[in-house]
């Protein structure tokens, strides 16, 4: 099964980027569709965006659709969430979660979510 380890959490202003990676290892990586969720204190985890297992498709929730942009590189094992515009209320912990998803052209709802990383503080002032 794979393993997920994010990085490039940190404090950022407003209007700032970040860009957050997630390394995967074991399992076979080109096979998980891979998505990032967030959870901000008091609030329940919210599901951000998701990828295919090629790349070819993503999904944007939206909150961050225009702001955020998942991008995967398989042969490097990793994934990566460009953050831009940045406002306070994204501060939250960001998670990279996967799941061996047999469909190619189908993105995984947030229950079909089933590894996760420890997760990245980002912190957004204003």
């Known amino acids: 099964q794979v393993q997920l380890v994010e990085s490039g959490g940190g404090l950022v202003q407003a209007g700032g980027s970040l860009r957050l990676s997630c390394s995967a290892s074991?399992?076979?990586?080109?096979?998980?569709?891979m998505g990032w969720f967030r959870q901000a204190p008091g609030k329940e985890r919210e599901f951000l965006t998701a990828?295919?297992?090629?790349?070819?498709?993503?999904y944007y929730a939206d909150s961050v659709k225009g702001r955020f942009t998942i991008s995967r590189d398989n042969a490097k094992k990793m994934v990566y969430l460009q953050m831009n515009s940045l406002k306070p209320e994204d501060t939250a912990v960001y998670y990279c979660?996967?799941?061996?998803?047999?469909?190619?052209?189908?993105?995984?709802?947030?229950?079909?979510?089933?590894?996760w990383g420890q997760g990245t503080q980002v912190t957004v002032s204003s």
């Open positions: 990828i295919t297992r090629s790349g070819g498709i993503t």
């Open positions: 979660a996967a799941t061996n998803y047999r469909y190619e052209f189908n993105i995984p709802a947030p229950n079909e979510f089933h590894y």
């Open positions: 074991g399992g076979t990586f080109s096979s998980y569709a």
